[in-house]
Nanobody, 128 residues
Framework: QVQLVESGGGLVQTGDSLRLSCAASGLTFSRYGMGWFRQGPGKSREFVAG????????VYADSVKGRFTISRDNAKNTVYLQMNSLKPDDTAIYFC?????????????????????WGRGTQVTVSS
């Protein structure tokens, strides 16, 4: 049974930092590209960041570029999202997702339909 479990969310103030983690089990982690998505109140789910199976390529939404960093540790079956300079607009439930891919490119990482597994999410709230 595949499980993706997010952690690290919380309530922070504008300008603060948070590091989200997503621990994967039940799959061969190194065969999967990973993505982070978020869904704010009253909004649809949106892409945040993606990373290929070996960490060789990353891709970011324009709204987080320069502030967020995605990384992974295949030995620990974990993907991370370091979030700096947080803003109230970053308030959302953050989900990690896994897509079976060893392709080098990231051009489909923003498409929710290309992911095979999803976590249940972790809440991030940024107060002004």
């Amino acid at each position: 049974q595949v499980q993706l479990v997010e952690s690290g969310g919380g309530l922070v103030q504008t300008g603060d930092s948070l590091r989200l983690s997503c621990a994967a089990s039940g799959l061969t982690f190194s065969r999967y590209g990973m993505g982070w998505f978020r869904q704010g109140p009253g909004k649809s789910r949106e892409f945040v960041a993606g990373i290929t199976w070996n960490g060789g390529s990353t891709v970011y939404a324009d709204s987080v570029k320069g502030r967020f960093t995605i990384s992974r540790d295949n030995a620990k079956n974990t993907v991370y999202l370091q979030m700096n300079s947080l803003k109230p607009d970053d308030t959302a439930i953050y989900f990690c997702a896994a897509k079976y891919s060893r392709a080098p490119g990231t051009n489909t990482y923003n498409d929710t339909n290309t992911y095979n597994y999803w976590g249940r999410g972790t809440q991030v709230t940024v107060s002004s």
